[in-house]
């Protein structure tokens, strides 16, 4: 037996390998898309309405493109191709024409040689409005008296649910309302692309930071009237998604400046645009009425979820559901009644965000795990223990949770983890609520512990073809990946290489462009590219090693199964054959293509029963929070957690989603809101849109739930989303401990805890 | 547009008085974002980086000199951290590290923002502000140079060339509210010096009125209720109708930052709280 010594632990799955981008990332030298230019190149801008909603009488741009170094002016009646774009619905015009119908709405796009050509170019356009009385309330929304303000009318969708006996009561009725309020997804990379034209007008590529390729690349193409293949998307560099990428933004504006304008056109918005130019987080009010026994086990649950969709429909529809069906929790729940709606208003649209409807969701059935906990006279973790899912349950659509459901040991696991120091006696005000204001003393200070516990579907649900392509090429003893998932940050390109390094033995693995020349690998988003791409690209890489064993076997006259992969070396399990895999693809190219698909889902009926979901994923986060009660300032002490994981591939990159979840939650718990009146956005910028700086983020113990889910390729369940979902409520009912006040709203506000 | 570079204070009260629209430009930390936001078209920039006189700092016998634009990290913890514990702990509030290491006093007292972090603890220092033109130099009471929102007493031929204040014997503290941890915007703020030889407490408001407001009732009554010429203890009922005389003198607005009742509520807070830490 040969001894090999390895210097540097081999970079395969399970391992805290290190990203490709990490370095140039942290050194500043990476190129986000903004990043980029291009010869002879111009700029382009936006047009925005100024009012909520307004009917347009006229566009005047006559002075605008008189303007020297304007080269183009562009309005609805120069799109050529579908007015209109829209992840589900297409509802959304690439440019207002008649009505405006939310502050921000695109009415023009300009191409000119210069950024400030291109303001002075957009001032110079002169609209004539009828301003009209926003729409901005769901109750308004959802009365049938209002006129609609949208040929599709007001309601995006009602989904009833009604599972089990809906006469079923237990002893004790616990009831509650709760708010969310409207998030951000904030992402630092902002919103940019750069628009090629082909030279004779009949295509274009398109650099851009995106969350699908395939999907921007089908809905411009209809915009354009332009067949899918001459429309060519390549990703640029992303910072940060979180699902605000997922709707068009500048997309079709900017290939239509190219197009007309015969030059490369880059487009790129301001953090005050970004506000107005990407979907949000819905806000949204939820009641619920729980029944339950004596002992505090759930019985049956009633109750309304109405989500504010604002002016276009989105994803809507899909928060929705998403919302509805996982409103009981994380616990058993044999009956339900439960109505939801997502409505138009003249607010800004809402869409995908990090949780996707779970999140408004689960603030609301936590906040009632403690209201029933208090009422049996037990404690927060006795109640959710006694409750817990586990496989075989089933969601009130009837759906039941297959495979893993680890619910009560994340809850213990947690649970087990130490709690804080108590503040000493010595702790600096930078430790207290308030930090670097200084105003807070330690007798001011109470503390306070809370629990959240979720659920999360992973991927697509409602019978959606989610599929995920990649391609492995080895020769040489180097394995090259070709895939259209798009990196936005979460690290798929460091997964990816770990799954080529670990199937097919190779140490170097390079990543091709990430571009439209392969099959779509669905969208960065609902926690599912290390499922759908993961298996994408883990598919591909076997494929080529069968192919490869095979090319070995026949040289050494062996059956190809008897050959396996250790570390580097394909090794004959029943003989003395061992060659390195860079010696055996010497000189040969193996090319194989993988479609990676999961089992098929089923829409709701109208009785919202049915398999809608692919699989799930459980969290559970205890909160523990200093709250200056006087001032009604908060300190996030401390979050413990543990995550039903499936199967840890890196855990620096899971870590790392863990912590970043946190934060996210934190913001919407204690501080993130977009703030609006009328209509009107107040705070679109990071001087009012606060979000957690590392004074605000709180200490992180993190325990993964490994359990291997066989319904998974890499055994591995999707970590982005549940991070930030239950640790909103677990901050929010710490608040509740430390203060005693039943606060119904997130984010909680320094008012709502000490007036 | 022009932007000028003088290298030296005479050359920049020249250029000045040639070009009195032009934009003084210390730190950029407000003159960018308001031409970012096009709140304001520059027309003419006088850069003040090179004029040295300006980051001169002074011992003087009854206090210090502070040029109008030495950074805000040399007050919170650099070479001038020793000269006001409250305007090192408002300097401390200000924005992020890179905002502290060019943002300038000099700066904050031309934009005059009500929430403006450094503002309050000039107020209840009673600084002497040094404005200077080409026909000499003139001091104004810091109270007389604050007009309102976004307004000062400053003419257009004029560069602040110096902040005077004095040396305190006595406690003196800045607090400040805001709903995140740090980096953030004042939503109501306070500072307290007490001047043990003048056996006299001042107090200042921020981020609660069109301009500060020094509490000039809550001041004279505790005059007359407490013994202020050491740091003793005070009863609850003093310390509790201080902050509420305070709070009644606060003129805070509601906006989407916060409430004019919260802000009300939370500078009478911080007033009984900065006084206690006063005398104890
Ligand atoms: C991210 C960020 C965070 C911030 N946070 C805070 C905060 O927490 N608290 C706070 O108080 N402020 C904050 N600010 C605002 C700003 O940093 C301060 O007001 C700072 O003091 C401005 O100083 P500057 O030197 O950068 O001013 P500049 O932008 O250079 O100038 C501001 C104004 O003052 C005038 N001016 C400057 N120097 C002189 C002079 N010597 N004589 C006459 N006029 C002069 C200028 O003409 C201009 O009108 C923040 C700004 C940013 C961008």
């Not at chain 1, 926003?134 to 303000?149: C, F, G, H, V």
């Not at chain 1, 940050?489 to 390079?510: E, H, M, P, S």
């Not at chain 1, 710490?734 to 805890?753: E, H, S």
């Amino acid at each position: 037996m040969s001894t090999r010594t390895t210097s540097k632990q081999r970079e395969v799955l399970g391992v805290s390998a290190l990203r490709p981008d990490g370095l140039a990332k942290t050194q500043g030298t990476f190129s986000f898309s903004s990043d980029y230019t291009a010869d002879n190149m111009l700029w382009g801008a936006t047009l925005r309405s100024p009012h909520p909603y307004a009917r347009i009488i006229s566009i005047d741009i006559s002075e605008a493109i008189k303007i020297d170094g304007v080269e183009t002016v562009l309005l609805a009646s120069d799109v050529p191709g579908k007015l209109t774009y829209g992840l589900i619905a297409s509802d959304q015009p690439v440019f207002a024409s008649e009505f405006v119908r939310y502050m921000g709405e695109p009415i023009a796009a300009v191409a000119a040689d210069h950024p400030e050509t291109c303001r002075r170019a957009l001032d110079a356009i002169v609209v004539h409005y009828e301003v009209l009385k926003p729409l901005t309330s769901i109750e308004d929304a959802l009365n049938p008296n209002t006129p609609s303000i949208h040929p599709d009318g007001n309601v995006f969708r009602h989904q009833h649910i009604l599972h089990g006996d809906a006469n079923a009561t237990g002893d004790i009725v616990v009831e509650g309302e709760y708010e969310i309020g409207m998030q951000d997804q904030a992402f630092l990379g902002l919103e940019a692309a750069l628009a090629y034209p082909d030279s004779d007008g009949s295509g274009i590529e398109l650099v851009v930071a995106t969350q699908w390729l395939h999907e921007d690349q089908k809905q411009i193409a209809d915009c354009l009237a332009m067949p899918k293949e001459k429309v060519r998307l390549q990703l640029g560099g992303v910072g940060g998604a979180f699902g605000a990428r997922e709707d068009i933004s500048l997309q079709v504006h900017t290939c239509l400046l190219a197009l007309r304008t015969g030059r490369p056109v880059k487009m790129q918005y301001t953090r005050e645009e970004s506000f107005f130019g990407h979907v949000h987080r819905h806000p949204g009010v939820i009641s619920l009425k729980h029944h339950v026994t004596n002992e505090g086990r759930i019985v049956k649950i009633e109750g309304t979820m109405k989500l504010d969709g604002g002016a276009y429909a989105s994803t809507s529809s899909a928060v929705l559901i998403n919302g509805v069906t996982h409103i009981q929790g994380p616990y058993k729940c044999p009956n339900a009644v439960f109505d939801g709606y997502a409505v138009r208003t003249n607010n800004p649209p809402c869409g995908a965000m990090r949780g996707f409807g779970v999140v408004q969701a689960c603030f609301a059935h936590e906040g009632q795990m403690d209201k029933i906990a208090k009422a049996v006279g037990k404690s927060p973790v006795e109640v959710r223990l006694l409750n817990a899912m586990e496989k075989g349950d089933t969601l009130i659509t009837g759906q039941p949770v297959e495979s893993v459901a680890p619910v009560a040991r994340c809850i213990r696991e947690t649970d087990a983890l130490p709690l804080p120091e108590p503040l000493s006696l010595s702790a600096g005000t930078m430790e207290l609520p308030g930090g670097s204001g200084r105003t807070s003393e330690l007798h001011n200070i109470k503390r306070g512990i809370g629990w959240g516990v979720s659920i999360k579907n992973l991927m697509y649900s409602e019978g959606f073809d989610d599929s995920a392509e990649a391609r492995c090429t080895l020769g040489d003893g180097v394995a090259t990946l070709k895939f259209a998932t798009a990196e936005v940050g979460q690290g798929f390109v460091v997964l990816a290489q770990q799954i080529a390094r670990t199937v097919l033995g190779v140490d170097v693995v390079v990543l091709d462009r990430i571009d439209t020349n392969i099959g779509s690998a669905g969208s960065t988003s609902a926690s599912r590219q290390t499922w759908m791409s993961g298996g994408a690209v883990d598919g591909a890489c076997r494929l080529v090693r069968e192919r490869l064993f095979e090319h070995v076997a026949h040289m050494h006259g062996l059956d190809p199964l008897q050959l396996i992969i250790e570390d580097t070396d394909i090794v004959d399990t029943m003989g003395p054959l061992r060659i390195s895999v860079s010696e055996a693809s010497k000189g040969v190219k193996i090319t194989q293509t993988f479609l990676h698909q999961h089992r098929k889902t089923e829409e709701l009926d109208e009785n919202g029963q049915g398999n809608c979901h692919v699989a799930f994923a459980f969290v559970a986060h205890r909160a523990v929070v200093d709250v200056d009660v006087e001032l009604g300032l908060v300190k996030v002490v401390q979050i413990a957690t543990a995550q039903d994981v499936g199967r840890s591939l890196n855990p620096l990159a899971l870590l790392g989603q863990i912590e970043g979840g946190i934060a996210q939650g934190l913001g919407l718990a204690v501080m993130e809101e977009i703030i609006m009146q009328n209509g009107i956005v107040k705070n679109p910028s990071f001087t009012d849109y606060l979000l957690p700086t590392a004074l605000d983020a709180p200490d992180v113990l993190f325990i993964p739930i490994e359990e291997p889910d066989p319904q998974a390729p890499l055994g591995a369940k999707g970590v982005g989303e549940p991070p930030c979902i239950s640790v909103t409520p677990a901050i929010v009912a710490a608040i509740r401990d430390a203060t005693g006040i039943d606060l119904k709203r997130t984010p909680v506000r320094p008012q709502d805890i000490c007036l | 547009m022009t932007i000028f570079s003088p290298r030296s204070l005479t050359e920049a009260l020249q250029v000045l008085n040639e070009h009195p629209a032009a934009r003084l430009l210390a730190g950029g930390t407000d003159t960018m974002v308001e031409i970012n936001f096009r709140h304001f078209e520059p027309s003419d920039i006088i850069s003040l980086r090179h004029v040295q006189e300006l980051q001169v700092f002074e011992t003087l016998s009854t206090g210090y000199r502070l040029g109008a634009a030495i950074p805000y990290k040399q007050f919170e913890n650099g070479s001038f951290s020793h000269v006001s514990g409250a305007l090192s702990e408002a300097s401390r509030t200000v924005g992020s590290p890179q905002i502290r290491a060019t943002g300038t006093i000099g700066g904050n007292l031309g934009t005059c923002s009500p929430a403006g972090d450094t503002l309050p603890v000039l107020s209840a220092l009673d600084a002497q502000i040094e404005l200077s033109s080409i026909n000499g130099i003139r001091m104004l009471s810091i109270h007389d140079f604050m007009l309102g929102v976004k307004r000062n007493a400053r003419v257009s031929n004029e560069i602040i060339t110096a902040i005077h204040i004095p040396k305190i014997n006595g406690f003196q503290g800045y607090a400040k509210v805001g709903v995140r941890n740090a980096m953030v915007i004042s939503i109501a703020s306070a500072c307290l010096i007490h001047n043990m030889d003048k056996s006299h407490i001042a107090l200042a408001l921020g981020a609660v009125g069109p301009t500060i407001i020094r509490c000039r009732t809550a001041e004279k009554w505790l005059t007359q209720n407490a013994d202020l010429s050491t740091s003793t203890a005070l009863t609850t009922e003093v310390i509790e109708e201080f902050g509420r005389l305070a709070a009644s003198e606060a003129l805070p607005i509601t906006d989407h930052r916060s409430t004019a009742e919260y802000r009300k509520h939370a500078v009478g807070v911080l007033a009984q709280r900065l006084l206690k830490r006063a005398m104890k």
